[in-house]
């Protein structure tokens, strides 16, 4: 039979203590707080072996030690340990301990902390399930929370991040609604008013990828009049370009407009991508004439 690892030992150990019956003088806190304290060394012995799902493992069980000595703050920890050493190949786990680490963090009104935690679940989800949807829900969330800690640029971050993943999932009014709401909170400071054409021109692709030029003309009178130095911009020429091209149904001069702007200001892939979608919508509908 094989030695067993440092590692081994002290979980055992810790699992020997937490389930012990405790003396006639120690009461069953200082029984848990011990336990913990090994699981806790257990945890990070195996960190050093490189057995992360054991030391995940190792986390939670000082996590529910810490849960049963009342201690919100150190249950919380011991969760988002938990979850940094499941996110090395185990993103389900990851996600169900920073769960519980959320639990912990809003109980104590710790929703700072709570929306960093929420951003991470939905980056796992984005990254490693590619589950687009539950990124969606998360990044609204921590956006909520973020605002409500009046970090309004973070909140903005994570309201846009949902408003891409909305446009990916084809919620096209769902995701005009998000870039609005962010381009209305950067308007407010002169140090994030420059980004809003970006918002806004998000906002347009969003109309015309759903087919719907009356909303995108008429979003862009309203762009205008909340700023009146958008209508000089590159992005809200593009936009009128783009507007003509699919009313007219004229492909030509549709991908003459992209080509033109992406000279200047390289397209992203989520842009590209949308641009391809509204010009599959022109070859789907020929033009009027």
């Known amino acids: 039979m094989p030695a067993k690892s440092p ?5 055992d150990k810790a699992d020997k203590k937490a389930n012990s019956s ?6 069953s806190s200082s029984k848990f707080e011990e336990a913990g304290d090994l699981y806790q060394q257990a945890a990070n012995s195996y960190k050093l072996e490189k057995l992360f799902k054991e030391a995940g493992d ?8 810490r849960e049963k ?3 919100q703050n150190e249950a919380a920890n011991a969760w988002w340990n938990a979850a940094k050493a499941y996110k090395r190949g ?3 786990l990851a996600i169900q301990a920073l769960t519980q680490t959320i639990i912990h963090l809003t109980q104590t009104g710790r929703f700072r902390q709570a929306a960093d935690r929420e951003k991470e679940i939905g980056q796992i989800y984005l990254q490693e399930s590619n589950d687009l949807r539950k990124a969606c829900e998360s990044m609204v969330r921590a956006g909520d929370w973020y605002a409500q800690e009046d970090a309004t640029a973070t909140a903005n971050a994570c309201y846009k991040d949902a408003a891409d993943l909305h446009a990916d999932l084809d919620e096209y009014p769902q995701a005009i609604a998000r870039y609005e709401q962010v381009a209305d ?5 002169t140090l994030t008013k420059y980004s809003v054409k970006e918002y806004w021109l998000k906002a347009s692709l969003c109309a015309l990828a759903m087919g719907d030029i009356v909303t995108a003309k008429r979003n862009m009178i309203k ?3 909340q700023d009146a130095t958008f209508t000089a911009t590159r992005e809200a020429k593009f936009v009128n370009a783009l507007v003509e091209a699919v009313e007219a149904g004229d492909q030509e001069s549709f991908t003459g407009a992209v080509v033109e702007f992406d000279q200047v200001t390289k397209l992203d892939n989520w842009k590209t991508g949308m641009l391809l979608k509204i010009k599959r919508g022109i070859q789907d509908e020929p033009g009027l004439t």
């Not at 590692?7 to 979980?11: G, N, P, R, T």
């Open 22 to 27: 405790g003396g006639w003088f120690s009461s």
């Open 7 to 11: 590692a081994q030992v002290l979980f």
């Open 223 to 225: 762009y205008s009049n």
């Open 90 to 92: 185990f993103p389900d």
């Open 69 to 71: 000595c009342k201690e």
């Open 58 to 65: 190792a986390f939670s069980r000082e996590a529910e030690c």
């Open 185 to 189: 909170h950067s308007l407010a400071s």
